[in-house]
């Protein structure tokens, strides 16, 4: 999971930190209670052990876009669902606060994919390896050979991440950090580009991308134009496919590592403004509606922006905020439906075994993905559907 933190703003006292001696406590602010806040607010505890006042200020809900909730005692993630065991982080950090992880996927066992094009299964894949691949070759002719090096590649370089900071390398921006591995020419071009620079741009080639590879980043992103970097991590399980998520949902790493770090969570609490003062201090100040949860007056040494800079509604006084390239987000519309799948909604007599669904871009349907997440005993299944609206009851009971 990649972290978020947007901006980090720090007054020039930061540097003498160290010596609070019979001083007040170093403040440290975060705005944003994602994992990418939690995270922050960790890393600011380790820097400077008990000798920090963290503030996390959340204006909806902790956790950020990590956020399960229960089915029949079964923990269903709506938002962030996976990670990979390459990411070292969360994978740690899990270990470390005892939190227990669990493989991500069906609560039985993996469900066979197959992708959809709007009007027939174009590809199914077997629980047999062997006809998975054979079914490959058939369908997208040597691709899948041609592209299989490329992630691996790429996680060779994103694991120098671990190394460069273990190391102490630190980075001004993402970008410098990004060159430092190796990367930063991936989040300049298009994935599709990337790949057909890897594949060609055959008919096989084309569908290859635009079936599988693409259905791919539909299921984790909910959207296929990516650039290149974005694109490959999500293809990071060719290379390690074991992926997990949290015992008891994701948002509960946020929620332990908050408290690992002693951080006071203010909660409504949304940041309206902040305002550089003549000390080089920062001053917050909440929106009006959420102002009732803090009286005190919020003046930090340092301020740590953790939340998309675009969504955030922050105003900057008396400085600049680090200028950001424009970068579009989208809504996705999580739905959990009980029941089973109708054939006739696809076109077929019946199912392709699993019911885990991919769609390609050209197949026009109202949703991006359908993947079951629970299998009850007497047969009915519980799907996830991700979709950018929302999906009416009238079209949910056709599917
Ligand atoms: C449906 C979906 C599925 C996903 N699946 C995966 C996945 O499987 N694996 C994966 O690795 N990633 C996945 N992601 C991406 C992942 O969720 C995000 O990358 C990650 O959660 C971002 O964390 P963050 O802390 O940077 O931001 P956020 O989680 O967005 O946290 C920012 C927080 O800041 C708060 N905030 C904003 N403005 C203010 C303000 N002015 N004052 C106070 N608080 C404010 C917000 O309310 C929010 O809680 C998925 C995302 C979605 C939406």
């Not at 607010?41 to 809900?61: K, M, P, W």
Request: proline share 5%; charged share 15%; glycine share 8%.
């Amino acid at each position: 999971m990649v972290l978020a933190l947007l901006a980090l703003l720090v007054t020039s006292s930061l540097l003498a930190s160290g010596d609070t001696c019979g001083a007040a406590p170093f403040s440290v602010a975060v705005v944003g209670s994602g994992v990418g806040g939690a995270f922050s607010a960790t890393l600011v505890r380790q820097h400077f052990n008990a000798s920090a006042l963290i503030d996390v200020y959340e204006g909806l809900a902790v956790g950020g876009r990590t956020q399960s909730i229960e089915v029949s005692g079964e923990t269903v993630e709506l938002g962030a669902s996976i990670f990979c065991e390459l990411n070292y982080y969360l994978r740690d950090w899990a270990e470390s606060l005892q939190l227990g992880r669990v493989p991500a996927g069906l609560n039985t066992t993996d469900a066979p994919f197959a992708i959809f094009d709007g009007s027939s299964f174009v590809f199914q894949q077997s629980t047999w390896s062997a006809v998975s691949l054979c079914r490959l070759v058939w369908r997208y002719g040597l691709s899948y050979f041609r592209f299989r090096a490329a992630p691996t590649a790429i996680v060779q370089k994103y694991l120098r991440f671990y190394t460069l900071q273990r190391e102490g390398f630190s980075a001004d921006t993402p970008e410098q950090l990004l060159q430092e591995v190796g990367l930063f020419d991936l989040t300049q071009k298009t994935f599709k580009d990337a790949i057909e620079a890897i594949i060609g741009s055959g008919s096989a080639a084309a569908r290859f991308l635009d079936e599988l590879l693409s259905g791919i980043n539909r299921v984790n992103y909910n959207q296929a134009a990516l650039n290149a970097f974005a694109g490959m991590v999500s293809m990071f399980p060719f290379v390690d496919d074991r992926l997990y998520h949290v015992r008891g949902g994701n948002v509960r790493l946020s929620k332990a590592l908050l408290t690992h770090a002693a951080a006071r969570v203010h909660h409504p609490a949304a940041i309206q403004a902040i305002q550089r003062q003549p000390d080089g201090r920062w001053r917050l100040t909440l929106t009006s509606d959420t102002a009732a949860t803090r009286q005190e007056d919020m003046i930090y040494d340092a301020v740590m922006v953790a939340t998309p800079l675009e969504q955030a509604n922050i105003q900057f006084e008396g400085f600049d905020p680090p200028p950001l390239p424009p970068r579009k987000y989208q809504r996705t519309v999580t739905t959990l439906v009980s029941g089973r799948l109708q054939p006739t909604y696809f076109g077929v007599a019946a199912l392709p075994p699993g019911e885990s669904i991919m769609v390609t871009a050209a197949a026009k349907t109202p949703f991006s993905s359908i993947a079951p997440v629970i299998v009850f005993p007497n047969g009915t299944i519980t799907y996830k559907i991700f979709s950018a609206e929302p999906l009416a009851t009238t079209l949910l009971n056709e599917i």
